[in-house]
């Protein structure tokens, strides 16, 4: 949506930004592209669920077997404009290199949270003329949007979620050959030989949980039944550790 704002001696109107506007890793795509404006954007409110059922004979309507958030999509209306037919194939151009890959998406309404995604559609208008009106569709794997990281020796605050996975906890190990984590009720332990001052890192990255006995991966150290992904911190939890000092602890508030 656009705010507009009178020109001195009733000459017209001037266009400011939206205030829901979009930027692609930490910059707006208008300050990128000559002639480019955003003009709407849909796909930010309510996310359904995939709903998967089971019909079980002489029972009434379906056995509901799991419920899944569906994946969010964005979809981007824009204006692209140019003096000549040559401008509006280098701005396409950027458009088009801007969008690859994974992308970190913010909005200028709410500039603290971000969603990850990937350029999936975009139709394949006809160009008629220099000022062209298209769309492009986002795809949004996970539909919640991620709050910028925090960092504590410990304790654990979340204003939105009610519960999240750390990005990232650091120990300084005791000389000991077991440590146990505590986060609320979850519990991970690892076995090894640990001396005093040694670094353990347990990262959770977007498709795999990395451990580290100081430079030396030591995901073989987690015992039995203790399951990083589902080491879930809660707001008010205190992540501490037993035969180790918790040096830091890196998370994201989320919400859709």
Do not use: C
Request: no cysteine; proline share 4%; charged share 25%.
């Amino acid at each position: 949506m656009y705010d507009y704002a009178k020109l001195k001696g009733g000459a017209g109107v001037t266009a400011r930004l939206p205030s829901d506007n979009m930027s692609i890793n930490g910059h707006p795509l208008n300050s990128m592209i000559p002639g480019y404006r955003q003009l709407h954007v849909g796909g930010r409110g309510i996310v359904g669920q995939e709903i998967e059922t089971i019909s079980i004979p002489s029972r009434r309507g379906v056995y509901v077997a799991n419920v899944q958030d569906k994946p969010r999509e964005l979809t981007i209306t824009f204006q692209l404009s140019a003096t000549t037919s040559e401008g509006l194939r280098n701005a396409f151009t950027k458009l088009n290199k801007i969008l690859r890959g994974e992308l970190s998406i913010t909005f200028a309404d709410e500039p603290e949270f971000i969603y990850k995604g990937y350029l999936s559609s975009a139709p394949n208008d006809a160009e008629k003329s220099l000022t062209i009106v298209s769309s492009f569709v986002i795809l949004v794997p996970d539909p919640f949007k991620q709050g910028k990281l925090k960092f504590s020796n410990g304790l654990i605050t979340l204003a939105n979620a009610d519960k999240v996975l750390p990005d990232k906890i650091v120990l300084s190990t005791n000389s000991a050959s077991e440590i146990e984590i505590t986060a609320g009720d979850e519990r991970m332990k690892l076995k090894g030989h640990y001396g005093s001052g040694d670094k353990i890192t347990i990262e959770w990255l977007d498709d795999e949980v990395v451990i580290k006995h100081n430079n030396n991966l030591a995901l073989s150290n987690l015992l039995h039944l203790s399951v990083p992904e589902e080491f879930y911190v809660r707001n008010g939890d205190t992540v501490s550790a037993i035969n180790a000092a918790v040096d830091r602890v890196e998370w994201r508030d989320e919400q859709l």
